[in-house]
């Protein structure tokens, strides 16, 4: 593709059909059905460490999405277990756990504590027959045999004489014959989606709580408390995964306990300190639950894959896509989801609305074919759209406008150093020309990244070339300024201006570069086409317009390949434009080719193409770029390889053959 002018219909915001809904959610969309098809796969196997780290960007509605897919998957399935912990009377410091049905443990807590009170007030005769019943009644749990023939003979030995001296709170029936119900699910009809916001050692684990008494702290096993870990045990537990990385020891317990699958009460917290002689020691508990860590692609790539064992316990990655394509079916699914977030904000988009959020999410893709996954910043966008709508006459519904106008302050509120750099470059103290011609000086296009907010703006890249051997040299590399990808650039130019100058003869010359007023750094290589227009400027004196910016990757061959960030980077030169006095009509942008898809512009720029006031126009060589700056044919080398002398290539020829012959010169004569 040679050089193509753009109309104003390729860089708007593409116009998505939006009157067809879907359902299904989040995991309807393609950019989430990998992810989808490795959760199900997870929770599907058995054995040890089929659990699952769901990876997603921010704002990708990551967590939303998994709790949706993961309370579906339980839905039908049966109820978990209760959990107890009961006395103990052959070691009361080591409770023991017993399963029960659901619904089970709380009736066997209320039956046993009816027992203890006619125990209590010494109603021996029908405290023993109730105890029959008991036994009869909860015969089914076979678990709990052992343990009733025990406890029937504690009742039997000490009937009568409560309270009994003991030394760890137990003396009294209602203590001792307690049931700690650890884990109730009665009334719940299938297995509990757990999500652990703040994953401490005791919030997983369970803890052993303490009373002051007049003899220091006391407790026993009716203080012992069940964690994330217990409510989720015949489950499934979710966590993220920046909460569990702050705690070195509970990510080592968490492993100690899928891998041994059993869940143990302990107090590390506790080590060093003075041993508490009625503190019970519980004797651990069966664990079969899945366990989803559900974390940013930093902390699956920095924090879990550091350590081995990670996926020994954590085998499947269920991988959240950040963009998806625009086809018929995602695009229904992502209008379902516009209208879900609308009714959650107690209103609803009209169709243009509708539109322009699947534009803007387009943009935020950085792709006209695609949309971003990243949803939850569009929930944000519409909730505030919505708040905008509601001052309108018809409150109840988000138009085009609120959109727009909620996009725009969002843009607002974080816009302040952008808002002070475009200060500086209307007073001057930044220096960039939108007017006229100049020789070995060019307007690149740069990105501010500033986290919460991304900008781009002209900076002025100038050349210089003297007679010498010294080649390219990169003034931001030479003072620490310039990254390894921006001198990567430089040496790619360099490459380039050998394959067209220096097949006949060495190329002998000495040049700079440089980003005016850079002081703060410069990363990419997306300027290299800036750099080698003002360089070709400088050796062939050909001026080049000011009334233009550029960006673009240039290879060996003069291709010119795709660069990221081009909307942030033409609207930034639109503003300059506009802000220094105006546009002229023939200011514009330069782009790669291959970058036209990525091509996203705001309606003011989209506005202003279409009234013939400002220009964009992508080149796909160095050569259609070279002709629109100059006005001139950069010239083609005919069969010898020597370049037509009325061209920018053929001057750039002559200029070093001059310099070449200069050095030639010298050098004879330092022989002499």
Request: with cysteine.
């Amino acid at each position: 593709m040679a050089l193509h002018k753009l109309e104003a219909a390729q860089i708007g915001y593409p116009l998505h059909p939006a009157d067809q809904a879907g359902e299904g959610g989040f995991f309807a969309l393609s950019s989430h059905k990998r992810a989808r098809e490795a959760l199900r796969f997870g929770l599907d196997m058995t054995g040890i460490g089929f659990n699952t780290f769901v990876v997603g960007d921010d704002r990708s509605g990551r967590m939303n999405a998994t709790r949706e897919l993961l309370e579906g998957y339980v839905r039908d399935r049966p109820v978990q277990d209760d959990w107890v912990y009961l006395n103990n009377f052959l070691k009361s410091h080591r409770p023991q756990p017993y399963r029960l049905p659901a619904g089970a443990g709380g009736r066997f807590r209320e039956r046993l504590a009816a027992v203890a009170v006619k125990l209590a007030t010494a109603a021996t005769k029908a405290a023993l027959a109730e105890v029959d019943a008991v036994i009869a009644e909860f015969a089914e749990a076979t678990d709990l045999a052992p343990w009733f023939a025990h406890w029937r003979r504690d009742v039997e030995a000490h009937a009568g004489t409560f309270p009994i001296a003991s030394d760890n709170n137990l003396g009294t029936p209602e203590r001792r014959y307690a049931v700690n119900l650890l884990v109730d699910h009665g009334g719940e009809t299938c297995p509990k989606v757990v999500i652990e916001p703040t994953p401490s050692y005791r919030n997983l684990f369970g803890s052993i709580e303490y009373v002051r008494s007049a003899n220091g702290l006391t407790t026993d096993f009716t203080m012992i408390r069940a964690g994330a870990l217990h409510r989720a045990n015949g489950g499934i537990l979710v966590l993220r995964a920046e909460a569990l990385a702050k705690d070195a020891g509970v990510w080592e317990a968490l492993k100690g306990t899928l891998r041994d699958r059993k869940l143990r009460i302990e107090e590390p917290h506790r080590s060093g300190a003075v041993p508490i002689a009625s503190a019970p020691r519980p004797y651990s508990i069966p664990f079969d639950a899945k366990v989803v860590i559900v974390g940013a692609p930093r902390w699956y790539y920095g924090w879990f894959l550091n350590d081995p064992e990670s996926r020994v316990y954590f085998k499947v990655k269920a991988d959240i896509c950040d963009d998806l394509g625009a086809t018929a079916d995602n695009i229904a699914a992502y209008v379902g989801l516009i209208r879900r977030f609308a009714a959650g904000h107690d209103t609803e988009c009209d169709q243009e609305a509708i539109q322009l959020l699947l534009g803007i999410a387009a943009r935020w893709a950085e792709h006209r074919e695609k949309l971003s996954s990243r949803l939850e910043l569009l929930d944000d966008l519409i909730g505030e759209a919505a708040l905008i709508g509601r001052s309108t006459a018809d409150g109840k519904r988000i138009r085009r406008a609120d959109v727009a106008a909620a996009a725009a302050e969002q843009r607002r509120r974080v816009s302040q150093a952008e808002d002070r750099l475009y200060r500086a470059i209307t007073d001057r103290a930044v220096m960039v020309t939108t007017t006229g011609t100049a020789v070995a000086q060019v307007n690149a296009l740069i990105v501010f990244d500033k986290v919460d907010h991304r900008y781009g703006s002209p900076c002025r890249v100038t050349a210089r070339s003297w007679i010498g051997q010294l080649g390219v040299i990169n003034i931001e590399r030479d003072v620490n300024l310039g990254g390894p990808i921006q001198h990567k650039g430089v040496l790619g130019l360099q490459g380039y201006l050998a394959g067209c100058f220096a097949r006949r003869a060495p190329v002998s010359f000495s040049g700079s570069i440089t980003f005016e007023q850079n002081y703060g750094g410069i990363e990419g290589d997306s300027a290299s086409l800036a750099e080698l227009l003002a360089l070709l400027s400088d050796l062939s004196g050909v001026p080049l317009r000011q009334d233009l910016a550029v960006t673009g990757s240039v290879n060996q061959h003069g291709e010119i390949q795709s660069v990221s960030g081009v909307n942030h980077k033409i609207e930034g030169f639109f503003r300059t434009c506009v802000e220094q006095g105006g546009l002229t009509g023939s200011q514009g942008v330069i782009i790669p080719a291959a970058n036209l898809v990525n091509v996203i512009l705001d309606d003011e720029v989209s506005a202003a193409v279409a009234a013939g006031r400002f220009h964009l126009w992508t080149v796909s060589r160095v050569d259609d770029a070279v002709t629109l700056f100059t006005g001139q044919t950069a010239g083609e080398p005919d069969a010898a390889g020597y370049y037509p002398a009325d061209s920018v290539y053929g001057r750039v020829a002559s200029r070093l053959t001059e310099f070449d012959r200069i050095l030639t010169i010298r050098e004879g004569e330092r022989r002499r």
